[in-house]
């Protein structure tokens, strides 16, 4: 009965600015082709999308919505893309003998 097609995939969000007049009205935007769903910003939490970086699935959490200085972040992605890496074993090696091999002479 409907035509409305449903979506087999995870959106992946863009913040975007659609009010008209001057008016802001911020809404994510699907980035995907032939998609043109959005979600209002402010209930966008808790919906489930595409990370921007990995492209694994997550949670829009509170924390994406006040990563950007209190706001929504512009291209919502994990919690474990806003981690920094960890230091490898061979930046670990090179700081080693970074230290070590640097004698201060006085
Ligand atoms: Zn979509
Ligand atoms: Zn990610």
Known sequence: MSSKTVANHLHRYK??????NGKEFFVYV????????YVR???AE??????NKCH???????????K????PMTLPHCL???KRKKVTDVEVGAITEFLGG?????
């Not at 699935?57 to 006040?66: D, F, G, K, P, S």
């Not at 640097?102 to 006085?106: A, D, G, Q, R, S």
């Open 80 to 82: 474990g893309c806003v």
């Open 68 to 71: 950007s200085s209190g706001k």
């Open 56 to 66: 694994e699935a997550m949670i829009i959490t509170r924390e994406v919505m006040t």
């Open 46 to 51: 808790g919906k489930l999308c595409e990370c």
């Open 41 to 43: 910003i402010d209930l």
């Open 15 to 20: 913040k975007k600015n659609i009010g008209v």
């Open 102 to 106: 640097v004698k201060t002479t006085p």
């Open 30 to 37: 699907c980035t995907k082709p032939a998609c043109s769903h």
